[in-house]
């Protein structure tokens, strides 16, 4: 079969049913949950045109509760997974055209969820479509596993397989090309204490939002009867700028002196692309006089991570030859004078590394502090053998489309791959394309939807033949 010939048969179809699925604002919306609709109407309503679709066209459809679904195609013992989402970020601002009109200029598609993950969706539907019109025989069954919660929880995955079978492999058409096939362990960590000293010198320090973020701006709000002399500080402060090499400001507002410190932000997967400001900010801080709840929260901090964010301080530095360095993300640091204060760490670990270890070293130290931690998320190493069929299949599938060679990769981010026990992510993106997933004016080339639709065309065909 020539699956270019058949997808380029059926552009003006698929470009039109992506735009129409791209008008759907499938954002997460708390407000109008259901029972039918456990992350809101308008997923549902995404959900729904996808579903309907797909039963109008004879597919096996299994809606689980709205959770999420799978339309199924071809018989076999084992499934072949393929895993997408349709929910997608909010539109945001900035757009040329708004993000929900799926406006075409210059041959591309202009819409939230583009690229992430609603057009490659359309791209796999279309696959199994043409593969059912061409009547092909298959070995395995191929189910498209539809989620509705991936940009927020995973609700939806974990949902679905606690009812359904676990495919025996597949793919996550929503990361990049060409394969994607290991990935880090990822953690989240707070750590906490209450503060019960109404004096002292801080009165508040603030910086970062996300724990995967490397936080670009911090604040921290000292009292002005504190500080000894102010002309002095401001002249330590605007050394300490200038010999650190970054930017930031003094200011007197209403009872406080204001320190401002900026940073540079970057993805919390490699901090050293950043420049972690609040960290800075506690570097400048531990060198005036503290009590010793302001000790107990900056100490650690600099002691235990600034300049270093391998986790060599605190011993459990680990590399291997996959996936590189264990890192230490400090994405939020808060300090609220007679309230509490927060250290909120991103941490991701290689294979071969013990999360057990990681975790006590670092109650143990904070324990020093007074500080007591909870683990928020932990997700483990993600790794396919590279000698796996799955592997060498979607690399011989790559090649051939598209004659460059399919690089395995291993990354420190996480992606919907790792939801399946033998998945690897698979495109959409393609090296050295623009990344415009989460931003303003996302899109999505038609002629890039069109050879994504052959790729995931011919991979579902190598991977379900009999
Ligand atoms: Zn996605």
């Given at each position: ?156 995955v974990d949902h679905y397989f606690k009812h359904e079978e676990m495919p025996s492999l597949g793919f996550a058409p929503d990361a990049d090309f060409p394969i994607i096939y290991a990935e880090k ?71 406080n002196v204001e320190l401002t410190l900026n940073g540079f932000s970057a993805h919390g997967m490699e901090p050293e692309d950043g420049v972690n400001a609040g960290l800075l900010l506690a570097g ?183």
């Open positions: 079969m020539n699956w270019k010939n058949e997808v380029d048969k059926r552009k003006g179809t698929i470009v039109k049913d992506t735009q129409s699925f791209l008008q759907i604002e499938s954002v997460l919306d708390e407000k109008t949950v259901s029972k039918q609709a456990p992350f809101g109407e308008k997923i549902r309503e995404a959900y729904d045109w996808l579903l309907h679709k797909a039963k109008q066209e004879g597919f096996k459809v299994k809606d689980h509760d709205g959770y999420a679904a799978h339309i199924e195609w071809g018989t076999g013992e084992e499934i072949v997974g393929i895993l997408c989402h349709i929910d997608v970020v909010p539109g945001g601002d900035d757009w040329t055209s708004p993000a929900f009109n799926a406006e075409i200029r210059d041959e591309k598609i202009y819409a939230r969820g583009a690229l992430d993950d609603k057009g490659p969706t359309m791209a796999c539907y279309y696959a199994l479509k043409i593969l059912k019109d061409a009547g092909i025989e298959t070995g395995k069954r191929v189910r498209l596993i539809i989620g509705t919660d991936e940009e927020s929880q995973w609700r939806c362990g990822i953690c989240d960590f707070i750590y906490e204490t209450k503060l019960t000293s109404n004096t002292g010198l801080v009165r508040s320090f603030h910086s970062g939002h996300r724990l995967n973020m490397v936080p670009d701006r911090a604040v921290a709000k000292l009292d002005i009867k504190q500080v000894e002399n102010t002309s002095k500080l401001r002249n330590l402060f605007h050394q300490y700028l200038v010999h650190n090499d970054c930017k930031g400001s003094l200011n007197i507002r209403d009872s400048f801080l531990i060198k005036l006089p503290l009590n010793i709840e302001e000790k107990n929260f900056i100490t650690p901090l600099v002691a235990m991570f600034l300049k270093d964010s391998r986790g060599e301080n605190i011993d459990i530095a680990y590399s291997d030859e996959q996936l590189g360095d264990l890192t230490i993300n400090i994405g939020q640091m808060m300090y609220e004078q007679g309230s509490e204060s927060k250290i909120g760490i991103n941490l991701r670990y290689p294979e071969g590394a013990s999360f057990d270890v990681i975790k006590r070293s670092l109650d143990d130290h904070f324990q020093a502090y007074g500080y007591v931690g909870d683990t928020r998320v932990h997700e483990t190493p993600h790794a396919m053998d590279k000698d796996h069929e799955l592997v060498k299949i979607l690399s011989k599938v790559y090649e051939e489309e598209t004659g460059e060679q399919a690089e395995l990769l291993a990354i420190g981010g996480g992606t919907y791959a790792r939801a399946l026990n033998a998945g690897v992510a698979f495109g959409p993106l393609f090296p050295g394309q623009k990344d415009v997933i989460h931003q303003a004016d996302e899109y999505i080339s038609i002629k890039h939807l069109l050879a994504m639709t052959v790729i995931y065309t011919r991979a579902v065909y190598e991977l379900a033949k009999r």
